[in-house]
């Protein structure tokens, strides 16, 4: 939120001086006035109106309690006293407003106030008292516009119209990596523009909450670089979620969030819709159509309940399948995730520090034990083999989980098992 908007120019006889500023007396107190300015004006002028050389720049500084954003602009001409006029306009922020989207305000600001000095002496000829006349006006309704509206279109002359919009400012997306599955939390075909990125275009059809980034940068036959980052683009907006890879072989156990969801049936009711599964044809005999009918808040409230560390969701399946089969498992764990009531338990493969060095050995002895024509055959053997595990040990630090490893490697989880047995001595933690 702006504090307060105020022109300040350099006067030949005065020096640095607040011409004009909103709300009134909240930079520099007028005689008899009683308000507390939210700067001491005459500490902070050398930074308002700096020397020449400092002009033309971008200049924010801060006190205890405020942020003041501002840029002084310098122009010379035999026409004016001293053959230069300067200026600043000068925004008043609190001191943790995120300032990003004020500075440009500031920037266009000044920009738009130089062209008009230039075109035709808008500021050195306006002859107002100070907090009267155009320069006031427009400080005046730039501050209450952007404010209440976040934007604002002051006509200035027949020529010239300030239009200035602030855009939001939202932090940093989260990291993403190819193993990442995006579900999007708005219906993107109705933002859709055909005048949108062509990668953009691509990427959206197969963002559905199932294929990873890497697996949508293959479907999309577009390069995995450009579609990462469109797929950012979208996060910072905050158009998609993360997810991690659904697999019936994968792990969940719920948080103490989860004491939220049951006490919430307007949440349980939003779960058993979304996990709901379609309606059965009507040629179903009665005993199965009663399987089908929708799972209550209450059970849905047991099933999570039920989820636990060293548990796969396929053994949870089965264990459970009377309700588990009236409702999508896919959705149920993505329900729960999305809430933050739910967490994966990912795996992570750890090399000791023996498996290479048994490896080695190993190649070693049977090399001089080999003949010569079990040497070549020997070794081109390992050099078939020895490619994957090479590039296989370089996760297995403990800091790569399985879905990182099966997507980056393009193998399934079954096949990266039996390559971790072919390593040896390979531990497996879960966490």
């Known amino acids: 939120?702006?504090?307060?908007?105020?022109?300040?120019?350099?006067?030949?006889?005065?020096?640095?001086?607040?011409?004009?500023?909103?709300?009134?007396?909240?930079?520099?107190?007028?005689?008899?006035?009683?308000?507390?300015?939210?700067?001491?004006?005459?500490?902070?002028?050398?930074?308002?109106?700096?020397?020449?050389?400092?002009?033309?720049?971008?200049i924010t500084f801060c006190t205890p309690v405020h942020r003041v954003l501002c840029h002084p602009v310098c122009l010379h001409s035999s026409t004016y006293p001293r053959n230069a006029y300067t200026f600043s306009i000068a925004l008043v922020l609190d001191a943790l407003t995120p300032f990003a989207s004020y500075a440009t305000v500031t920037l266009k600001l000044a920009s738009l106030l130089q062209t008009l000095e230039e075109q035709s002496r808008f500021l050195s000829q306006d002859a107002s008292a100070p907090n009267t006349g155009k320069i006031y006006a427009l400080c005046e309704i730039l501050l209450e516009d952007l404010n209440n509206y976040c934007e604002s279109m002051i006509p200035i002359d027949d020529s010239n119209t300030l239009n200035i919009k602030l855009f939001p400012t939202y932090p940093p997306p989260p990291p993403l990596y190819p193993h990442h599955v995006p579900l999007s939390t708005v219906r993107l075909e109705s933002l859709t523009d055909p005048n949108w990125d062509l990668t953009m275009l691509r990427v959206l059809p197969h963002i559905d909450g199932i294929n990873s980034v890497k697996q949508i940068s293959l479907l999309a036959d577009a390069n995995y670089k450009l579609v990462r980052k469109a797929i950012e683009h979208l996060l910072y907006y905050g158009c998609l979620l993360l997810l991690d890879i659904f697999s019936f072989s994968a792990s969940y156990a719920f948080t103490a969030e989860l004491a939220s969801f049951v006490e919430d049936i307007d949440m349980q009711e939003e779960?058993?819709?979304?996990?709901?599964?379609?309606?059965?044809?009507?040629?179903?005999?009665?005993?199965?159509?009663?399987?089908?009918?929708?799972?209550?808040?209450?059970?849905?409230?047991?099933?999570?309940?039920?989820?636990?560390?060293g548990q796969t969701v396929k053994s949870f399946y089965i264990e459970n399948a009377e309700v588990v089969d009236r409702i999508d498992i896919r959705r149920f764990i993505t329900f729960g995730v999305i809430k933050?009531?739910?967490?994966?338990?990912?795996?992570?493969?750890?090399?000791?520090?023996?498996?290479?060095?048994?490896?080695?050995?190993?190649?070693?002895?049977?090399?001089?034990?080999?003949?010569?024509?079990?040497a070549l055959e020997l070794q081109?053997?390992?050099?078939?083999?020895?490619?994957?595990?090479?590039?296989?040990?370089?996760?297995?630090?403990?800091?790569?989980?399985?879905?990182?490893?099966?997507?980056?490697?393009?193998?399934?989880?079954?096949?990266?098992?039996?390559?971790?047995k072919a390593l040896g001595d390979v531990q497996i933690i879960c966490r």
């Open 380 to 420: 081109a053997d390992e050099t078939e083999s020895e490619p994957y595990l090479l590039e296989l040990e370089k996760f297995l630090d403990g800091t790569h989980c399985f879905d990182e490893i099966c997507t980056e490697l393009t193998i399934s989880e079954r096949e990266l098992m039996s390559r971790l």
């Open 271 to 309: 779960c058993a819709a979304y996990v709901a599964l379609p309606a059965l044809p009507s040629i179903q005999s009665n005993s199965k159509a009663s399987h089908s009918d929708p799972a209550n808040g209450f059970q849905l409230v047991e099933l999570y309940l039920k989820l636990r560390q």
């Open 1 to 58: 939120m702006i504090r307060a908007i105020f022109f300040s120019i350099f006067d030949v006889h005065e020096g640095p001086k607040v011409l004009h500023q909103v709300p009134a007396d909240s930079i520099a107190s007028s005689s008899g006035s009683t308000q507390i300015p939210l700067l001491h004006f005459p500490s902070v002028s050398s930074y308002i109106i700096p020397r020449p050389e400092y002009c033309s720049k971008l």
């Open 340 to 374: 933050g009531f739910l967490y994966r338990i990912h795996r992570y493969a750890i090399a000791t520090s023996q498996t290479s060095r048994r490896k080695r050995e190993h190649k070693s002895k049977s090399k001089q034990k080999a003949t010569l024509s079990t």
